[in-house]
C-alpha cells in the first residue's frame, strides 16, 4: 500500500498530461502511486499515456467533469494522503516529500498546500503566485468562503480519512468549477490545514481554461455561499459580506481585464450587498476613472 495516491484527472489534455506525470516521477520522496482518471477526452491522450501504462493506474469513463473524475480516482486510490495535480500543472522534485513531512510531525494537521510559480501555456515562467499569506494556515474555512485564502491546487495533500468528515468532491459543481475550493471549506471547519511557504509546484495559464469563464466563476462562488450561509437561516450579516466579497473579486478579474463597464456593475452590486467596505468603494472609483477615460462607462 503507497503512503501517498496522486491524483490526476484528464480531458483533452494530451499536450501536456506525459509532462505532469514525468514530474511526479522525478520525485525525491518515491511511495506513491499515479492514479489517472481519463475523463472522456476524444483527443490522443491514451495513446499518449500508453507508455505508462506500467508506472500508473488508467481509468477511463465518460465525461462527466472535473469534481468526478477527482471522485473517481479517489475511490480507486489506495494512499493514506492524497496528492493533488491537474494534468497541465507540474510538481517540483521535493514536492511530496515536503507534504508528507508536515503529516510526519503533527497529527492534528489535516491539510497542507505551499506556493507556486506561474508558467504559461508553452512552459515559460511567468513569476510567483502572490496572494496574502496572512490566512493560510489553521480552521480557516470562513476565511476561504470570504476568500481570504486562497490554496493553490497542484500543491495541496490531505489525509484520506478527513473524507469521512468532509465527504468526496460535490459533484454539483463539476461543470461549474470551484469544487476544489468546496472541498477545503469542508475539510478546514474540521482540520487544521498547515501552509507550507515554498514553491512546490508550477501552475500553468492556459487559453479557455475553466477559471476564465466568469460566468460559470460567479454561479459555482453564488453556489457556494447559498451552501454555507443559506439565505434565512442566522447568516445574513456573513451572507452579505460574502456575497460583498465575491461580487468584488469578480469587479477586480473584469478591471484587470480592460472591461470596466462589467467591472463597475459588479462593484455596485459589491456595494448593495455589503455598503460599509471601504475597499469597494475604492476599486469601483477606480472603474468610474477608468471607464470616463475608456468611454465604456459612461456613454
Not at 455589503?274 to 459612461?298: E, N, R
Amino acid at each position: 500500500m503507497p503512503r501517498v495516491s496522486v491524483i490526476i484527472p484528464t480531458y483533452n489534455c494530451a499536450q501536456f498530461v506525459c509532462q505532469a506525470i514525468d514530474s511526479v516521477l522525478d520525485q525525491t520522496f518515491t511511495d506513491y502511486e499515479i492514479v489517472v482518471v481519463d475523463d472522456g477526452s476524444t483527443d490522443d491522450t491514451k495513446s499518449k499515456l500508453e507508455p505508462y501504462f506500467d508506472k500508473i493506474k488508467y481509468i477511463f469513463q465518460k465525461n462527466k467533469g472535473l469534481a468526478c473524475a477527482r471522485n473517481t480516482a479517489i475511490k480507486n486510490s489506495s494512499g493514506e494522503l492524497i496528492a493533488l495535480l491537474d494534468s497541465d500543472d507540474l510538481y517540483m522534485p521535493m514536492r511530496l516529500e515536503k507534504s508528507v513531512k508536515i503529516f510526519d510531525q503533527d497529527s492534528n494537521v489535516g491539510l497542507t498546500h505551499g506556493d507556486a510559480i506561474y508558467i504559461s501555456h508553452t512552459g515559460e515562467t511567468l513569476g510567483p503566485f502572490e496572494r496574502d499569506t496572512s490566512h493560510l494556515s489553521g480552521y480557516i474555512w470562513e476565511d476561504l468562503i470570504m476568500r481570504k485564502s486562497l490554496l493553490i491546487c497542484p500543491t495541496i495533500t490531505f489525509r484520506k480519512a478527513c473524507l469521512s468528515k468532509s465527504g468526496l468532491f460535490d459533484e454539483n459543481l463539476s461543470k461549474l468549477g470551484a469544487e476544489d475550493r468546496d472541498m477545503w471549506i469542508r475539510i478546514a471547519q474540521h482540520f487544521r490545514v498547515y501552509y507550507i511557504p515554498e514553491n512546490l509546484a508550477y501552475y500553468r495559464i492556459t487559453p479557455g481554461s475553466m477559471s476564465k469563464d466568469d460566468g460559470k466563476m460567479l454561479q459555482a462562488r453564488l453556489y457556494l455561499i447559498d451552501k454555507y450561509y443559506p439565505p434565512g437561516k442566522g447568516f445574513n450579516f456573513k451572507r452579505r459580506k460574502a456575497l460583498n466579497s465575491t461580487f468584488m473579486k469578480m469587479g477586480d478579474w473584469a478591471y484587470w481585464d480592460g472591461s470596466y463597464r462589467k467591472a463597475y456593475d459588479h462593484y455596485i452590486t459589491a456595494i448593495r450587498h455589503y455598503p460599509w467596505g471601504f475597499v469597494t468603494w475604492y476599486h469601483l472609483a477606480k472603474a468610474i476613472v477608468k471607464g470616463f477615460k475608456s468611454k465604456l462607462v459612461v456613454k
